[in-house]
């Protein structure tokens, strides 16, 4: 069964040669040892998704819709890693930009007091706040050659987050660990781009 959806997903994205989904698993391999078991989870659970996603929309296709199990609620933060190739992500100590990803159960005075921690930091240089719907959308522009692999996800399922840029790089780790103490904030992933690249992989 592995073996079954591993080729459905790689001929969903066999189209795709400068796909700008970041490598998570190469990321995870090269970050070695100093990665965070949650980092670590976090890398794993985000390529399960994908191929979890292709297997529902095969499902999907091949079947009548029956009673049966729900679908899956939230897709995974790093699943929602659309960076520039150019860029490094994970960036565990230093980095030019960063995606904090908001808890699914957050509350609307979460997001508002996570909003204005960012906003107020002196290590951050702009905000930028992005939907569950704006995240579909972009990452339906990336992969608008595999519709089977996107069109059975919903907004719901992606995390929503604020996309923000640092003023210094070497004050990412320590924004890092204010962010992660925030209410409400489920993960904080940095990006080390080279100057004057932008860190998204859509426009």
Do not use: W
């Amino acid at each position: 069964m592995d073996q079954n959806l591993r080729v459905l997903f790689d001929r969903a994205v066999a189209d795709e040669p400068e796909l700008p989904l970041v490598d998570l698993v190469g990321d995870a391999v090269t970050a070695g040892t100093g990665l965070r078991r949650r980092r670590q989870r976090l890398v794993a659970t985000g390529v399960a998704a994908v191929i979890a996603v292709a297997a529902v929309g095969a499902v999907n296709v091949a079947t009548p819709p029956q009673r049966s199990a729900p679908p899956p609620t939230t897709v995974p933060a790093a699943f929602g890693m659309l960076v520039n190739r150019a860029c490094q992500a994970p960036a565990d100590e230093t980095a030019t930009d960063a995606a904090v990803y908001l808890a699914p159960e957050i509350t609307d005075q979460q997001r508002s007091a996570v909003n204005r921690a960012l906003d107020a930091d002196p290590a951050v240089g702009t905000v930028a706040y992005e939907s569950r719907e704006e995240a579909l959308k972009k990452f339906k522009k990336v992969y608008a050659d595999a519709p089977e692999l996107v069109d059975h996800i919903v907004p719901s399922q992606l995390p929503e987050s604020f996309r923000i840029t640092l003023v210094v790089r070497s004050r990412y780790a320590e924004l890092a660990e204010r962010v992660k103490r925030l209410s409400g904030v489920d993960e904080i992933i940095g990006i080390d781009c080279p100057a004057g690249t932008n860190a998204s992989a859509v426009d």
